[in-house]
Each structure stands twice: as C-alpha cells, then as structure tokens.
T-cell receptor, first 112, second 112 residues
Framework: GENVEQHPSTLSVQEGDSAVIKCTYSDSASNYFPWYKQELGKRPQLIIDIRSNVGEKKDQRIAVTLNKTAKHFSLHITETQPEDSAVYFCAASINSGYALNFGKGTSLLVTP | EAQVTQNPRYLITVTGKKLTVTCSQNMNHEYMSWYRQDPGLGLRQIYYSMNVEVTDKGDVPEGYKVSRKEKRNFPLILESPSPNQTSLYFC???????????FGPGTRLTVT
C-alpha cells in the first residue's frame, strides 16, 4: 500500500521565519495530497490540499508544492506566528481522498 | 451546525469487555472513516465506508468491526478489546471525490 514519509518530526522556528515540512509518497497513482493541522487536544483540520494535476497552490501564508516525478510534496508557511504552533500531517490518496494515508506528523513550535 | 459527533469522548474499560464507539454526522456525507492516533505513528485508518452497506478495511482493521446501516451513523465496535487498542480514535466524514474530511472530536480509549 501507499507509504508516506514526513520530515522533520519536530521543527522549531522564530516568529516571522518560514517553516517547511516535506513529505514523500511511494505510490505513483496517488492523486490527492491534503495537509491537516492539529492543535493540542483538538481534532485535525484541513488547511490546504493539492491535486496531482497542479504543481503549486497558495492560500495567504501557506503554500503547497508537488513534484510528481520525485514523488514528494511540501508545505511552506511564511511569516510564522505563535498560533501556527501545532502538529501538521501530510497525507496521500490514490482514490481522490477516500482512503488517506497519513505521514507521522511534524510538531511545529513557533517561539515569539 | 454541521458537525461530526462521537460518543463517548472518554472511556476506560477492561480487556475483553465489548464496547461500541458511536459516530454520527449531519452533513449528508456519503463517505465515513475511522482512524486511530498513537504517539509517533500519526493517524492510521481502521475502516472506511463509501456509502450505506459499503465498508472496507483500512490499514489496521484487526480487532475492530464497523457497520453502516444508515448514512449518518458509522459505529466502531471492539468485540474483545485488548490493551494494544488503547488509543485516540477519530471518526471522519466527507463528500465523494476527495474534498475535506471533517473529523469528530475524538474518543480517548484506555483498555486495562
């Protein structure tokens, strides 16, 4: 089945800096790549997603890039703020989102 | 208010005592899914359902059962819980074709 690797497992940045989280996937048939944010004690929530026919997508301070050839995709957060502190999960799906295979998560800490 | 609800939110039980965790959504979503979340392992899919009476195994289905008799409900059944099923469980739902999966608030299960 699909295997999703996520790096780094922890990331600490200063407020205002950028943060980048990278994921690789194994199944070239994967066609949907969402990113979820989970604050402490809360449920995961979608923050951005990208489909395989798109190379990059941006929403205000967050962006996702996809390299299908290399089978990796990345989350970029610019001008980080303390409220960005959370665990971020990438995921990949071969059937447009029905069965999501998640990475193990990245704990992001933004210090003031 | 559109939401996914789970009950109970917290449960401590003993090995072998059958239990059911309920999941209900009010968004008329076809797709529902169960995940377990363990430290360092991320979110792993247990079972999913693409519609009423249609269910399929995820990555870690052993020791679990599900049923989908109504569109809004997708209960998770542990016939004979064991300590290795101690975990945080999330139910999720979505429309077809890979749009956002909405997660419930989670159920923290401890099996002693």
């Amino acid at each position: 089945g699909e295997n999703v690797e996520q790096h780094p497992s922890t990331l600490s940045v200063q407020e205002g800096d950028s943060a980048v989280i990278k994921c690789t996937y194994s199944d070239s048939a994967s066609n949907y790549f969402p990113w979820y944010k989970q604050e402490l004690g809360k449920r995961p929530q979608l923050i951005i997603d990208i489909r395989s026919n798109v190379g990059e997508k941006k929403d205000q301070r967050i962006a996702v890039t996809l390299n299908k050839t290399a089978k990796h995709f990345s989350l970029h957060i610019t001008e980080t703020q303390p409220e960005d502190s959370a665990v971020y999960f990438c995921a990949a799906s071969i059937n447009s989102g029905y069965a999501l295979n998640f990475g193990k998560g990245t704990s992001l800490l933004v210090t003031p | 208010e559109a939401q996914v609800t789970q009950n109970p939110r917290y449960l401590i039980t003993v090995t072998g005592k059958k239990l059911t965790v309920t999941c209900s959504q009010n968004m008329n979503h076809e797709y529902m899914s169960w995940y377990r979340q363990d430290p360092g392992l991320g979110l792993r899919q247990i079972y999913y359902s693409m519609n009423v009476e249609v269910t399929d195994k995820g990555d870690v289905p052993e020791g679990y059962k599900v049923s989908r008799k109504e569109k809004r409900n997708f209960p998770l059944i542990l016939e004979s819980p064991s300590p290795n099923q101690t975990s945080l469980y999330f139910c999720a739902s979505s429309l077809p074709q890979g749009v956002e999966q909405y997660f419930g608030p989670g159920t923290r299960l401890t099996v002693t």
